[in-house]
Structures are given as structure tokens and as C-alpha cells.
């Protein structure tokens, strides 16, 4: 998904504040609407104020369930990325994915449809007309050097399952509860939905070298006995070896996310990940030339390339704020 914010800010992102291991440091969510005629309102937990990096995960919006007779669903026009992966993961529905490394896929409910941008890369996203419901995660995982320069990708990974009493669970980042994904990542990364039966109460292990977050989806759900709201995210610091989790009455839905603390500044505006204001200014100056081209009817003209079979023209990128970016003072502890 494109970053919907109309007036991106520009983020240095960088690793945080580390509570000690067994702390629970709960970020509740941000609502960002799509805007224009559309209805669908995301809810961010990353990049927040007080935190911006989970591992390498820099970006985690949840979203619906969300009627698509009322929200008009997704339609997000060929956009570009850099230096980052996008995961794309959903809980109902379908989304049809195009690239300019000519993938065409569908992004089904249990399946992982994972894009490398590595140097440059551009993608369109609608949700399919069979679609009633949209709901899931779009999440961003900031690639370290030198992966960041590496060609444009593409996977589909059906993740193996785990039912194991009141715990059914997909590991579609990383290995964990013995499952392991063949997606391809470039720093230690784990990406995961369980979902616990009415009433459990589970202890799962952690790998006590990374950061992780409970991303909540559905259910009254507990992390250390803290409740969480839906959408909220308990970040665990590194040192934690095991999460408690509960669910209510119902069953509960959660997507934990987990790392080893990514020891790099990146800085992030829009649907770029660079390194420096100034490699953000070239990215987007490259894009506006794609489109440019696009429009003169001329072939691909930058690292962006061209999505095919897309009925639309591409998203402009927004004007970027005349003010060059603050460093954020960095967190003691
Ligand atoms: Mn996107």
C-alpha cells in the first residue's frame, strides 16, 4: 500500500528507548484516513513519536474490517519504494498486485505476498471485485546495507500452519514454534499471526537477542496481563524471554512482529527509505521523471521501471515539506 498521509512528514527512524526486558511499553494506534471519497481509515502504530523501529519493521498499519460497499476498498495507482520490503498480509479478502518487475499476483487471507524494493521498484493494489471485506496488515521492513541496493523482487509464500491445542498460528517472517518461512529477509526477522481459542492462556518463547511487538487484531487480549485495545501494539524489549498472552471470551487475533534492533538511521518520507534528506529529494525527482515519461508516452526512464495492466496513470508523489529534517534527540536508555 502507498503511504496515505497527504502531507507525509520526513522521519529519521532509528532504534529506541530500551525499558527493561519483561516491561511492556503499550503504543496505542494512530488513525490515518485514506481521504478523497473513500471512507477506509488505517491505524498506524509504526512509525509512532516514542518509537519508529521494531527490529527492522518500521511500518505497520492495520486496517478494517471494512465493508468495501461503503469504503470503495483499495485502489492504490502504480507507486513507487525504496529500500524497504513490503509485507502484505491479509485477514479478509483479495488484492491483485501488479509490479515493474512484471509480477501480477493476489494477496489472499494465510499468504504472504512479500516485495523487495531494494534500489527501486513500483506497484499497483486493488482489491478485487469479489471482495466484500478488507481487512489485514501492511507492513514495512527497512532493508539494512548493502541490502538496500540489491535489484527488485517479488515472492508468494504460503506459510506451513501450527495447531497446537488453544494456539493456531503462521509464521510468515523467520522461524519461531517450530515453522519456518522461506521468505526471503535480510536481517533477523520474525513475522507471525496466532490466534487463541476463547479463554487461553499461552507463554511462548522469544529469541531474547531481538525486539518484539503484539500487534492486536481482534479479542480481549492480554500481553503480560496488560489489556490491549484493538490495533494497539505492546512493544517487548530485547532481554524478554518469553510473551504471556490471554484472550477473552472470544478468540483473539494477534500479529507479533520481532527483530534484532536494526543499528542504522534511516530517514523515511512518503514510499522512500534513504539514508539522507537528500537521497529522498533524488528519489522522488526520479519518480516525477517516470511519470513524466509515462505521460510523454516514452519507455521507463529510472530504477522505478512500469507497471503493466494498471487502467490509470501513476500517483504523483507529494510535494515534500520545505523544511529540511530535524534529527530526533536520541532516546537515552
Ligand atoms: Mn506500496
Given at each position: 500500500m502507498t503511504n496515505v498521509d497527504a502531507e507525509p512528514a520526513e522521519l529519521v527512524c532509528r532504534g529506541g528507548r530500551r525499558p527493561a526486558p519483561d516491561a511492556v511499553e503499550v503504543l496505542e494506534p494512530r488513525d490515518v484516513p485514506l481521504g478523497g471519497i473513500r471512507a477506509m481509515t488505517v491505524r498506524r502504530t509504526l512509525p509512532l513519536r516514542q518509537r519508529s523501529l521494531i527490529g527492522a519493521w518500521c511500518f505497520a498499519d492495520h486496517y478494517g474490517p471494512d465493508r468495501v460497499a461503503r469504503s470503495g476498498g483499495m485502489d492504490?495507482?502504480?507507486?513507487?519504494?525504496?529500500?524497504?520490503?513490503?509485507?502484505?498480509?491479509?485477514?479478509?479478502?483479495?488484492i491483485e498486485h501488479r509490479d515493474s518487475v512484471g509480477s501480477h499476483a493476489r494477496v489472499r487471507p494465510g499468504e504472504l505476498n512479500l516485495m523487495t524494493a531494494g534500489r527501486g521498484i513500483s506497484h499497483s493494489e486493488v482489491s478485487t471485485p469479489d471482495t466484500d471485506v478488507l481487512?489485514?496488515?501492511?507492513?514495512?521492513?527497512?532493508?539494512?546495507?548493502?541490502?538496500?541496493?540489491?535489484?527488485?523482487?517479488?515472492?508468494?509464500?504460503?506459510?506451513?500452519?501450527?495447531?497446537?491445542?488453544?494456539l493456531r498460528g503462521r509464521v510468515f517472517i523467520?522461524?519461531?514454534?517450530?515453522?519456518?518461512?522461506?521468505?526471503?529477509?535480510?536481517?533477523?526477522?520474525?513475522g507471525a499471526e496466532l490466534v487463541l481459542a476463547p479463554g487461553a492462556a499461552v507463554e511462548l518463547p522469544l529469541d531474547a537477542g531481538f525486539e518484539h511487538g503484539v500487534l492486536v487484531d481482534s479479542g480481549d487480549v492480554t500481553v503480560h496481563g496488560r489489556p490491549l485495545g484493538r490495533a494497539a501494539l505492546a512493544y517487548l524489549p530485547p532481554g524478554t524471554a518469553t510473551v504471556r498472552l490471554t484472550a477473552g471470551a472470544a478468540a483473539a487475533r494477534v500479529v507479533?512482529?520481532?527483530?534484532?534492533?536494526?543499528?542504522?538511521?534511516?530517514?523515511?518520507?512518503w514510499n522512500f527509505i534513504g539514508r539522507s534528506h537528500d537521497e529522498v529529494v533524488e528519489f522522488r525527482r526520479e519518480w516525477q521523471e517516470e511519470i513524466a515519461a509515462v505521460a510523454a508516452g516514452e519507455p521507463p526512464a529510472t530504477r522505478f521501471g512500469r507497471v503493466m495492466g494498471y487502467p490509470?496513470?501513476?500517483?504523483?508523489?507529494?510535494?515534500?515539506?520545505?523544511t529540511r529534517l530535524k534529527p530526533r534527540p536520541r532516546p537515552r536508555g
Open positions: 492504490v495507482a502504480p507507486h513507487p519504494h525504496t529500500g524497504l520490503q513490503t509485507v502484505s498480509w491479509l485477514f479478509e479478502g483479495e481487512h489485514g496488515v501492511q507492513l514495512w521492513v527497512a532493508l539494512p546495507e548493502p541490502a538496500r541496493a540489491l535489484p527488485p523482487a517479488f515472492e508468494h509464500v504460503v506459510p506451513e500452519t501450527l495447531a497446537d491445542g488453544d523467520g522461524s519461531w514454534l517450530g515453522l519456518t518461512s522461506p521468505a526471503t529477509v535480510h536481517s533477523p526477522l520474525l507479533v512482529l520481532g527483530g534484532e534492533p536494526l543499528d542504522e538511521e534511516i530517514v523515511m518520507w490509470g496513470g501513476p500517483l504523483p508523489a507529494p510535494v515534500m515539506p520545505a
